[in-house]
Nanobody, 128 residues
Framework: VQLQASGGGLVQAGDSLRLSCVAS????????SGWFRQAPGKEREFVIA????????VYVDSIKGRFTISRDNAKNTMYLQMNSLKPEDTAIYYC??????????????????????WGQGTLVTVSS
């Protein structure tokens, strides 16, 4: 499975962006999948994820009410809709998915180590 992320760019604070992640060889449906980001000089951090069986997404508090995750099974694509962007959202954004179709416990879904496949990252820069 290969993941290709796209959609990043330079925007102003308050703008919106939609990131896409296309999976080759498999759908995202039925697999826990999510987005992580890495800001300059910082470690990679969890952003948002959805479990194998769907349901409510799990997200980091800093993006609550602004970011949403979705999947288009027909296109083998996962999206990250980002609204009301802030300068602190500036980072390289990575999509990820698991090899196993098993549902994972919510306490683990935020851990990068549970994901087996990663996209190459797409840069989002938010200017103030």
């Amino acid at each position: 499975v290969q993941l290709q992320a796209s959609g990043g760019g330079l925007v102003q604070a308050g703008d919106s962006l939609r990131l896409s992640c296309v999976a080759s060889g498999r759908t995202f449906s039925g697999y826990a999948s999510g987005w992580f980001r890495q800001a300059p000089g910082k470690e990679r951090e969890f952003v948002i994820a959805i479990n194998a069986n769907g349901g409510n997404p799990v997200y980091v508090d800093s993006i609550k009410g602004r970011f949403t995750i979705s999947r288009d099974n027909a296109k083998n694509t996962m999206y990250l809709q980002m609204n009301s962007l802030k300068p602190e959202d500036t980072a390289i954004y990575y999509c990820a998915t698991r090899r196993s179709s098993n549902r994972i416990v919510l306490s683990a879904i935020r851990a990068a180590s549970v994901y087996d496949y990663w996209g190459q990252g797409t840069l989002v820069t938010v200017s103030s």
